[in-house]
């Protein structure tokens, strides 16, 4: 995987050169196009003819026209006109606008060729008239070429041009005189006539089939025969019988084969890219996106392009958050199938589950399986490939694999959708409170390894970000070699001080975790004789002694857990951790956060050993009582609501202070010290006093 900014993802293919199979395609159809031009040059043309150009819509046409008007451009004998069906609105001004555009090019002397200059410009006034003399006429599907009405037999078939008062029959016979005389041929090509309406698609051929008889005039008529055959049907007439009355010779362009669009989609991503930031290009998983997923969507150019114009767009409002290979597989399923992929925000818990990959629930059965057979339903046979390269946690409703939890991870370090945070900022474009952004973990993950560096990047994070950041970093720290294992997590307890303590559901775990686990992948990554030496040396760095506690959360061993490292190397820290603690001073004690559990810890292998006791300083008395005030979570069956309660760990005071006596003493030299205000009352103070008042009266919950 590459972490890029801008990626040449042609360069990434592998293959054939992308670069010879595009040239031989663009060949290909080059030498199409000249034969097709030959064609239209051999064609008779002495009562005119009309030469159709068919194809899906597309297909490349287009293209292929502009290739043949090339080739006929280079011969002295043609003339090219093109003419753009779009520009005419109406049945009442197709007529006169296709002759006016017609003498208009064939007037532009600097167009003309030179053999055909003289008579050129001879047949471009006589177009003219004949178009002034059809002005007053209105052309009538079915009917022909009719006089608008009354008056206009009147006023246009007896004095149609002024002083010359020419007949239409008269103009007509002229036209055709002169077109007969020419040195030559002209050549109109209409494109898109399959992008009309249904009435404009039967006018067009109406005018065709009125003027296709003019001499050495050549119609080439580019349209998807379905289309124009479905417009051209009504109760009287079949559309093809229709098109083949009027149709001398036709030529369907070739379906582009699919290997051909691999060069053109990779081509055209790397010019669409260029520059452009992006998340990280997973260059192992492209060829499987390209061949599986993208090819099979695409069968025309125009689809191609389509896609290519929208990729930028799509890249640069999702910067470095996703991964590249996904935002170019689901930018290709918005643009081919946007039904499906305006299915994805509905079914993002089903594609990209939070935690556990697969629960039973007789609930989710019936949306899962309506899910599924939509959703196959709208991909014609695409829905699997779009759920095994995209959402692999989704592959057991098709009846795939199972995914355990243990793969989110991974999934978000590499930004695919297939982790749900990703998936919901890709389907929202914005990061949920508490997120932080995906370059800012690139940053702090890029100085593992480099203790000094990391505490820098560390301390550079936002204190509101800081959690989640620490915990993206655990894929990272699964990677870091031997050698980088100390020096990173030194850098990562320093940052004890800034989470937060204690848990704040009934499922999470408590902050202090965040750094805990990087951590504790960081040992686990480590040999099995390399452990101890690395914790006791780690202990022996951190300078809180709460988070010396934590490290032995992790280290040490329980009666349901083996450590990581023996339990005599755990005795031997919890000693040196207790005689740390009796050598602290009050001053050092009043800045631990977990004095309450540092002293249990401490004390937890001999019970005889001197503690706090008794308390005399009225700072240590509530760091203690605050320590002292553990939270604890509920919630009633089928309802999200969590409470939360407080109680207070008062055998563990009674115990540390050496005697409820004791105990009371503390807290009444903690009340006259508030009095005194040498000591700063706090939120948590007040919940432990008050709890402390409740319980020396004997209440205990139940």
Same mark, same amino acid.
């Given at each position: ?324 290979? &996904? ?114 973990? &690139? ?173 005399? &300083? ?85």
């Amino acid at each position: 995987m590459t972490d890029n900014a801008s990626i040449n993802v042609g360069s990434l293919l592998s293959g054939d050169d992308p670069i010879d199979d595009a040239s031989q395609d663009l060949l290909q159809r080059a030498g199409l196009a000249d034969a097709f031009a030959v064609e239209i040059r051999r064609t008779s043309a002495k009562h005119g003819a009309v030469v159709a150009l068919t194809g899906k819509w597309g297909s490349g046409k287009t293209s292929l026209a502009n290739l043949a008007c090339r080739s006929l451009d280079a011969v002295d004998d043609v003339q090219v006109v093109k003419f753009n069906p779009w520009f005419f609105s109406g049945t009442d001004q197709l007529m006169r606008f296709f002759f006016d555009e017609l003498a208009g090019q064939l007037r532009n002397g600097r167009r003309l060729k030179d053999k055909l200059k003289s008579a050129g410009r001879a047949v471009s006034e006589r177009l003219g008239n004949y178009s002034a003399a059809l002005s007053p006429l209105k052309f009538v599907p079915g009917a022909g070429v009719v006089l608008e009405g009354a008056n206009a037999v009147a006023a246009g078939t007896s004095k149609l041009l002024g002083e010359e008062q020419v007949t239409i029959h008269e103009q007509r016979a002229q036209l055709t005189e002169l077109l007969g005389a020419l040195p030559g041929r002209i050549v109109v090509f209409i494109d898109d006539i399959d992008r009309l309406s249904r009435q404009e698609i039967r006018d067009l051929f109406r005018l065709v089939r009125l003027t296709g008889s003019f001499p050495n005039i050549v119609y080439v008529l580019c349209f998807d025969r379905e289309v124009v055959e479905a417009a051209l049907t009504d109760e009287s007439v079949r559309g093809s019988a229709y098109v083949e009355k009027i149709v001398k010779m036709s030529m369907e362009v070739p379906p582009l084969p699919t290997q051909a669009l691999s060069p053109v989609i990779a081509e055209g991503l790397a010019q669409a890219l260029d520059g452009i930031e992006a998340g990280p290009f997973h260059a192992a998983r492209w060829p499987d996106i390209l061949v599986q997923l993208l090819l099979p969507m695409f069968s025309t150019i125009r689809d191609v392009k389509r896609y290519l114009a929208s990729v930028p767009l799509a890249v640069r409002s999702l910067g470095s958050e996703v991964n590249l290979v &996904d935002v170019l597989a689901l930018e290709a399923l918005r643009v081919r199938y946007p039904a499906a992929h305006a299915m994805l925000p509905a079914a993002a818990d089903l594609l990209a589950p939070t935690k556990t990959m697969y629960r039973a629930s007789t609930d989710r059965a019936p949306r899962e399986k309506a899910f599924v057979e939509e959703f196959t339903g709208l991909l014609n046979g695409q829905a699997q490939p779009v759920v095994h390269l995209l959402f692999p946690a989704a592959e057991r409703l098709f009846g795939g694999s199972n995914y355990g939890s243990d793969w989110i991870p991974s999934w978000e370090r590499d930004r695919r959708v297939a982790c749900s945070t990703v998936l919901n900022f890709y389907l929202h474009r914005r990061l949920p409170t508490g997120r932080a952004p995906a370059a800012g973990i &690139d940053e702090v993950a890029h100085c593992i390894g480099d203790e000094s560096a990391l505490e820098g990047a560390l301390g550079q994070v936002p204190e509101a970000l800081l959690d989640d950041t620490l915990k993206r970093l655990v894929p990272h720290c699964r990677d870091a070699p031997e050698e980088s294992v100390l020096p990173t997590a030194a850098a990562l307890m320093r940052q004890l001080p800034r989470v937060r303590l204690g848990s704040t559901g009934m499922y999470s775990p408590g902050g202090e975790w965040a750094v805990l686990s990087p951590v504790s992948v960081l040992l686990l990554s480590l040999s099995s004789d390399a452990v101890a030496p690395t914790v006791r040396s780690l202990f022996h760095g951190i300078p809180s002694l709460y988070g010396k506690v934590l490290l032995l959360d992790i280290a040490a061993g329980r009666p349901d857990r083996q450590g990581l490292i023996p339990e005599e190397s755990a005795r031997l820290l919890r000693r040196e951790l207790a005689s740390q603690l009796r050598a602290a001073g009050p001053e050092d004690l009043a800045g631990e956060r977990m004095l309450l559990r540092t002293v249990l810890v401490a004390t937890a292998d001999a019970d005889d050993l001197p503690v706090l006791e008794p308390v005399l &300083d009225a700072r240590v008395v509530a760091r203690l009582l605050e320590s002292g005030v553990a939270p604890v979570h509920s919630q009633t069956m089928g309802s999200v609501a969590v409470h939360t309660k407080k109680r207070l760990m008062w055998d563990s005071l009674v115990r540390v202070c050496g005697g409820e006596v004791h105990l009371a003493e503390a807290v009444a030299l903690l009340h006259q010290s508030l009095q005194e205000e040498t000591v700063d009352l706090n939120e948590d103070l007040v919940a432990a006093l008050a709890l402390y008042e409740k319980y020396a009266t004997g209440w205990r919950p139940e």
